[in-house]
């Protein structure tokens, strides 16, 4: 029951950010230097078009009144057309948005599996050959910018050995899967790297501790003291690392999907911020606000859950 | 220049089509790499290259423009008559046309589609047909457009793709209250009579056409074009991975090659590196108002900006920038827009004279100006950096600023700037778009820039009802006269249009406009 009344208090702590998210951006992408008409019309433009489009668009119209009709249309799930691609910004995010989520969830499935093995190889060798080749290799992982990664990975497994597609997206589930594994592995490295040494500094510190001692002088057998004792205890600090690097994640996102040529919402989020395309912005933040919110919220159950004394 | 620019094409055009001595193959795919996705695939209402480049594969126009750009041949109107006064044009449909979808093209869906393009509340483009006053129907097969005014572009105005033929009653019928709202969902899935019909588009990711069993013109082999079954679009933004994906068998064709990758792609014996001849100017472009920002602006000198002018060594800067790929400008038209004149390069880098003109304005020492580039265009950075250490030689301290693109034209439209990059392509094979942009200054100040030349400006207005081309062409020969001594521009440079395509694909055309020709495209097997 403690748990219960925690997650609906997390919950209702996620409205008042929501508003406050909404109204941030409605004011700032109109902050910004430049605006749709120029975007769109670009350097040809003569002021009798730009008025034109101006009005066509609502954007001679106060700031304020522009967020009362933004807010109304929101209240009744309405988030407009976009401005560039003339199509409803709903539609757009419903098909790029779940590219870009199951991008960055295989990206986390790979990290997580990379990270959580090779962290305990390298904190029960610490200081040893097996520690250092793993710590070597993820701090190189770490240091490569991602479209480096990307492009390495591209032209080894994608152009030579022709293992996978240089680029692009499949045409049925499976083949989509297929084609997110070279960008999902090249998001993930860096990723993995922080896991990995954030677990396995976590792992010293609590295989050293007193009641891994007493487990161990119960006699229990090493593996119940890793995974009931050990890995518990140690993961909770890589969980919080782990929610909190979704955000960076679904950034490190729009370069994966540029290099690799995936028509995911991070890409449509540049495009849109370049164009000025006020309507997707707006929708594609409320929607990654949501879905950000949402895995905090995973993250704090699952924290709370492995360390009961934080619902209290 | 002018000679060399044709022989240029020449080459270029034998590149694209070298295997006509083979014998022609019909069928198959092609996968071609695109940068960017298109955006609205409306004649009327689109503003942006991503859409115009390749409107043509979709829709038809009633006079078609030859491969080199510069001269009319017939599309859906198989005949034209200007009328002796100049004040009506009289065209012939083709017999057995229609659109893609099987419905024949009649005489009403020109009139309303020649109207629509007319009508000065759609779009950005109806200035190319401003001076239709309307346009009425004759019999199953004759169109007739009446003019406000004669106008020496009407029949180049009918082949840009604003004045494609789309289905009035397809059109009219699409969801929507307005005609921008029908737009809307027509171009979606858009029904024109080009060469090719629209199967499928996933914005983002791909759009993939199908050959249209209506189109009118005939191959080679005396059946109908096109050649191809198909064309798959496929959006590979990344140049590294559009390239990577050619090379690597996963793409037919590629656009947009960066420069520098050039002659790395010559080399490479499966592939056709072309350079198709463009209408493309790279320019700094300057505000020559007195006071700037409250600020006296030594740009609004004439002997400045020709001191700026010489003390750029265009060659250099071709080296450094486009890696040899560009040319050195002869005017501010380019080498292959219509009524071009000059042959030899404008400004040929002077810098005893360039720092004589800097004493005689009286800035012996220099000043210090500002260049706004584009924020992460290498380049305009790299243009950006050379221009700084060349004109640092004559005193100036060039400060380099960014901006995305939004911004940059905001300031651009609001006279906020002292000087900035461009880059101009035409739209239309006469020079009357870009004189409009550049020089005449009731449109936009000539590019923003505050300059003025009323013998520039009545030049423009004469030659907009000058019939004559000889005169007309004399007129053309005096305004660049007047713009390339006085006007606010640096010509940097012109360049091609890189596109790679694999050793098996024969028949691409891309026009100096930029138009995208798939219609005579074929793989060979």
Redesign the interface.
Known sequence: LPLLSYILRRVLQMVPTFVFILVITFVLVRLLPGDPTSAILGDRAIDADVKRINNELGLDQPIPVQFVYFARAVISGNLGDSINLKVPVLALILQRLPVTLMLTAMAGIIALLLAVPLAFVAALNRGEAPDAAVRGVFQIALSMPVFYAGLVLLTVFAARLRWFPVGGYGSNFLDDLYHLILPATTLALSLAAVLMRNLRASIIGVVGADYVDFARAKGLPARVILFRHVLRNALISTVTLFGLSIGSLLGGAVVTETVFAIPGAGRLMIDSIYGRDYPVIQGLTIAIALLVSLAFLATDILHAWLDPRIVR | MKVLSKAVLGVAMLAASSVSALAIERGGTLVYGRYADS??LDPVLN??NVDIWILNNLYDTLIEPTDDGQGLRPGLATAWKLAADGMSVTLTLRDGIAFSDGSPITPADVQWSLKRAANP?NG?WNFIVSSIADVTTEGDKTVIIKLKQPDPTILIALTVFNTSIMPMKAFEASPGATD?DK??SF??HPIGSGPFAMQSW?????MKLVRSEHYWAKGEDGKPLPYLDGIDF?????D???I??L??G?LDGAEFIPYSRVAELKADSNLNMILFPSTRLEYVSMNVRPTVDGKDNPLSNEKVRQAMNYAVDKDAMIRVVTHGVGTAPTSFMSATTPLHAGDKPIYPYDLAKAKQLMKDAGFPNGFETDLLILAGNQDESGIGTTLQQMWSQIGIKLDIEQ???????????TANFLMRM?AWTDDIADPNERAS?FVYSP??QALHSGWKSDAADKLFDDSQKEMDPAKRAAMYAQMQQIYNSTGPIVPLYETPYPVALNKKVHGFLQIPLGNNIFASTWIQK
């Open positions: 955006l609205f503003d942006a509340k950005i921008a737009a809307k171009a979606e996933t914005r983002g990711s791909s496929e959006l590979v933004p990344d590294n991975t559009r990577l994906k090379q690597s996963g901006a995305d693109n939004p911004t940059r034209t905001q300031r651009y439209r461009g942009y449109n936009i």
